[in-house]
Antibody, heavy 126, light 108 residues
């Protein structure tokens, strides 16, 4: 069974840092692009970041660029999101998701998500 | 910045057909994908590449595309279909992943 399990969420003060992890199982992690998507309480889904199979291609939403860093460890089947200089507006459930894109389409907008993890809640508050 | 536009809400009675639209300028060039999210749960893919249905998704879910608008159709709506639905695509360059604002489907 394909499974993604996020961890690392919690309460952090504004300006603080947090590292999220996403443990993958049931598929060949090293062959899949991966993404982080977040959802503020009562709000919609917002894409955060993506990383290709070997970490050589990375993209971020403008709202997190320069503050968040996505990475992966294919030996550990784990995806990470390092979040620095956190703001109140970063408060959200953070989901990791496997990308089902294939080869060239991954670079041309053919990114789609299946499955998603259960999410981990990040709360930024003093 | 690029946006995908969905109606905030759609309401239908059980057994009727629900149609949820998603509009965006790049949709003639980029595929669209649809996700269903029930309260307290993670999103689930229900349609990919405009009109393909993943294994395990009921046949009453279908997708279509016409110009700058894609449509998720749920035929014979059941009470269990009540959820938020999100379309997702990319901008014309393919560099930006975008979600629509979401549509709350209410089964009356």
């Amino acid at each position: 069974e394909v499974q993604l399990v996020e961890s690392g969420g919690g309460l952090v003060q504004p300006g603080g840092s947090l590292r999220l992890s996403c443990a993958a199982s049931g598929f060949t992690f090293s062959r899949s692009w991966m993404h982080w998507v977040r959802q503020a309480p009562g709000k919609g889904l917002v894409w955060v970041s993506r990383i290709n199979t070997d970490g050589s291609t990375i993209s971020y939403a403008d709202s997190v660029k320069g503050r968040f860093t996505i990475s992966r460890d294919n030996a550990k089947n784990t995806l990470y999101l390092q979040m620095n200089r956190l703001r109140a507006e970063d408060t959200a459930v953070y989901y990791c998701a496997r990308d089902k894109c294939s080869s060239a389409s991954c670079y041309a907008g053919g990114n789609w998500f299946d499955p998603w993890g259960q999410g981990t809640l990040v709360t930024v508050s003093s | 910045s690029y946006e995908l536009t969905q109606p905030p809400s759609v309401s239908v009675s059980p057994g009727q057909t629900a149609r949820i639209t998603c509009s965006g300028d790049a949709l003639p060039k980029q595929y669209a994908y649809w996700y269903q999210q029930k309260p307290g749960q993670a999103p689930v893919l229900v349609i990919y590449k405009d009109s393909e249905r993943p294994t395990g998704i009921p046949e009453r879910f279908s997708g279509s595309s016409s110009g700058t608008t894609v449509t998720l159709t749920i035929s014979g709506v059941q009470a269990e279909d009540e959820a938020d639905f999100y379309c997702q695509s990319a901008d014309s360059s393919g560099n930006l992943v975008i979600f629509g604002g979401g549509t709350k489907l209410t089964v009356l």
